[in-house]
């Protein structure tokens, strides 16, 4: 069951005054880069380097972060174009985490790239955006090109660029307003009942939000969805414990336009069938069936490797935690949150489940270098945890037609 508050591993959420934001055919001005990161020459740090540096060359720059794995599955493409173009392409990965951190990072996880840290964030006030991975592509003469995604990047568009022929890619544009708590669906107080689904809304993240007030326990609204993410949101069960056994391309992730919103609300007193709901109307909505089945499968097996713990016992009860790629933190949560939050944000890649036996509540902080292999486990591992590979029978949600 998900019961977690976070943000998508490859989403960040930022305020900012974006009064002199640069768009596609703006001139970009001679910034200054504060902190680079030189490859190749141990972890140098240069400060004070112009863009203008890299004039007559094309200079992409890849906005990132060490917890986003979307941006870090680039690095490879990025090196192979970075060495295929040699002296007519400049790629800059900014970052606006510490220098330390990306050090390390990089010590863990070495690449053949320059890395600009932005922490005064010179570079992020003339290019607005709220998810990364974001990449501008600025042609040798200063211009910028393109505001899109990494995937977009590819030899053509930078062979194309540097021949002065036009290109032509989808743009990149956040929703700055989005705040996570504005009711995109202006639901009326009064509405009793509701299951209003809509298109993928543009430049927001894929996120979820519980109703409150008067539509406490039942009201939820997806933003961004796919139609399996719909399904397994409505049969509380995470990717890893899905199987589809339907034949042809029901489940498109590589159509972005397979998005959707949903906003369901049921009756007062009805609270209970909000989930039932839900797994009834995607049902006749979309024709795919789904149903919860036992299977036997390869899990991992979350258990005690002493006599106690490294937590606090703590006075509150929560059901809810804050994680992201390198960091767990949940106040009064039960240990098993620790196997709900593996599962949940794929970190081992199949499901987890909790065989410690520990009872009661937690106030639990983990924090680790997800790029050095093995960190995790060696968290857990300080905590008095090990993760053990076994096989489980257990629920999983089967699709079918």
């Known amino acids: 069951m998900r019961k977690t508050t976070l943000l998508s591993i490859a989403?960040?959420?930022?305020?900012y005054n974006y009064a002199q934001s640069l768009q596609v055919g703006d001139k970009v001005p001679d910034i200054v880069l504060e902190n680079v990161i030189v490859p190749k020459l141990d972890g140098i740090v240069a400060k004070n380097l112009p863009l203008s540096n890299y004039k007559d060359k094309i200079v992409i720059l890849d906005f990132w972060a060490t917890w986003c794995g979307s941006c870090i599955t680039?690095?490879?493409?990025?090196?192979a174009l970075q060495k295929s173009f040699g002296d007519k392409l400049q790629i800059i990965m900014v970052t606006h985490q510490p220098v330390k951190r990306i050090q390390q990072f990089l010590k863990n996880r070495p690449m053949q790239l320059m890395v600009a840290v932005d922490t005064t964030e010179a570079l992020r006030k003339y290019f607005e955006y709220r998810a990364i991975p974001h990449v501008i592509l600025i042609d040798r003469n200063g211009i910028v090109r393109a505001i899109t995604n990494s995937e977009e990047i590819k030899e053509k568009v930078i062979e194309d660029t540097w021949a002065g022929i036009t290109i032509s890619l989808p743009v990149k544009k956040d929703f700055m307003e989005f705040d996570g708590k504005t009711d995109y669906f202006n639901a009326d107080s009064a509405k009793s009942e509701d299951f209003n689904l809509q298109p993928k809304m543009d430049g927001i993240p894929t996120f979820e939000k519980r109703g409150k007030g008067i539509f406490k326990n039942r009201r939820i609204s997806f933003?961004?969805?796919?139609?399996?993410?719909?399904?397994?949101?409505?049969?509380?069960?995470?990717?890893?414990?899905t199987?589809?056994?339907?034949?042809?391309?029901?489940?498109?992730?590589s159509n972005k336009g397979d998005r959707f919103c949903l906003d369901v609300i049921v009756p007062i007193g009805k609270e209970e069938n909000l989930y039932t709901t839900i797994q009834k109307k995607l049902s006749e909505v979309?024709?795919?069936?789904a149903k919860i089945e036992k299977r036997k499968m390869s899990v991992y097996v979350l258990k005690k490797n002493s006599d106690s713990v490294s937590?606090?016992?703590?006075?509150?009860?929560?059901?809810?935690?804050?994680?992201?790629?390198?960091?767990?933190?949940?106040n009064g949560v039960k240990v098993s949150a620790l196997t709900d939050y593996l599962e949940n944000f794929g970190i081992m890649g199949i499901p987890v489940i909790d065989e410690t036996g520990i009872k009661g509540r937690y106030d639990i902080q983990l924090k680790w270098e997800p790029e050095k292999k093995g960190a995790v486990r060696e968290a857990f591992a300080k905590a008095g945890f090990i993760l053990e590979k076994a096989e489980r029978e257990i629920d999983v949600l089967v699709f079918y037609k």
């Open 11 to 15: 989403v960040i959420i930022y305020s």
């Open 74 to 79: 680039s690095f490879p493409k990025y090196e």
């Open 223 to 241: 933003y961004n969805h796919t139609i399996d993410l719909l399904y397994m949101a409505a049969y509380k069960m995470s990717y890893s414990r």
């Open 243 to 253: 199987i589809n056994e339907i034949e042809g391309k029901e489940f498109d992730h």
């Open 286 to 289: 979309f024709g795919i069936k």
């Open 311 to 330: 937590f606090r016992i703590s006075k509150e009860t929560n059901d809810f935690y804050s994680a992201g790629a390198e960091y767990f933190t949940g």
